[in-house]
């Protein structure tokens, strides 16, 4: 007599935070011992930044430095023990993985609607490699096309000058947020206006 044929078990069915730790995982994949790293800002950063700290820990990775890109990433690498430093000590990062907000199909981004902009820049144009990390959520055909936000930074000193003038012409374009009066102050002070 057969065995009676089973059936497959069912498909696993992942959440989108489970599938954004799977890709962290899978960038950091590509940092080694001795790295100078740029220790990106969000959720999908965040993965990224467990995993190393968790390598660290393990021993499988040494000697590393990490330069964040938000103080809120330099508070969370500390609780994770990840040695930290910054650009003045380190002008060239080896490496550096974040995610973004948008992604065309010619690789452009839109980076910074969490406030990190300038922080996020600033570091990421230092590296030699920059892996950044997306879902079919992020791509978009143009950026700006998913209504999503596309951040622009005002230092407070020029503020009341831009607001006559720049911000009427975008005011039918800015994201409305009574809460924040239109704009958000972002974590390095600097005004970021949010425009879609």
Same mark, same amino acid.
């Given at each position: 007599?057969?065995?009676?044929?089973?059936?497959?078990?069912?498909?696993?069915?992942?959440?989108?935070?489970?599938?954004?730790?799977?890709? =962290?995982?899978?960038?950091?994949?590509?940092?080694?011992?001795?790295?100078?790293?740029?220790?990106?800002?969000?959720?999908? =950063?965040?993965?990224?930044?467990?995993?190393?700290?968790? #390598?660290?820990?393990?021993?499988?990775?040494?000697?590393?430095?990490?330069?964040?890109?938000?103080?809120?990433?330099?508070?969370?690498?500390?609780?994770?023990?990840?040695?930290?430093?910054?650009?003045?000590?380190?002008?060239?990062?080896?490496?550096?993985?974040?995610? =973004?907000?948008?992604?065309?199909?010619? #690789?452009?981004?839109?980076?910074?609607?969490?406030?990190?902009?300038?922080?996020?820049?600033?570091?990421?144009?230092?590296?030699?490699?920059?892996?950044?990390?997306?879902?079919?959520?992020? #791509?978009?055909?143009?950026?700006?096309?998913?209504?999503?936000?596309?951040?622009?930074?005002?230092?407070?000193?020029?503020?009341?000058?831009?607001?006559?003038?720049?911000?009427?012409?975008?005011?039918?374009?800015?994201? #409305?947020?009574?809460?924040?009066?239109?704009?958000?102050?972002?974590?390095?002070?600097?005004?970021?206006?949010?425009?879609?």
């Amino acid at each position: 007599m057969e065995a009676p044929i089973q059936a497959p078990p069912p498909p696993t069915i992942l959440t989108e935070d489970e599938l954004k730790k799977i890709d =962290a995982y899978k960038a950091v994949e590509f940092v080694e011992s001795g790295m100078v790293l740029g220790l990106g800002t969000g959720s999908i =950063a965040k993965h990224a930044d467990d995993r190393i700290a968790e #390598l660290l820990h393990q021993g499988k990775l040494t000697n590393i430095i990490g330069i964040p890109t938000s103080k809120k990433t330099q508070e969370q690498a500390i609780s994770l023990g990840i040695p930290l430093s910054d650009l003045d000590k380190h002008l060239i990062l080896d490496l550096a993985i974040d995610g =973004a907000d948008e992604v065309d199909p010619y #690789l452009n981004l839109v980076k910074g609607c969490g406030g990190s902009l300038l922080r996020e820049k600033m570091v990421e144009s230092a590296f030699k490699k920059f892996i950044v990390i997306v879902d079919q959520t992020k #791509l978009v055909k143009n950026l700006g096309g998913t209504g999503g936000a596309v951040p622009i930074e005002v230092v407070p000193f020029c503020w009341k000058l831009l607001k006559p003038g720049y911000i009427d012409c975008l005011k039918k374009n800015l994201k #409305l947020d009574v809460s924040r009066n239109f704009v958000f102050v972002e974590r390095m002070e600097n005004h970021l206006l949010l425009t879609i």
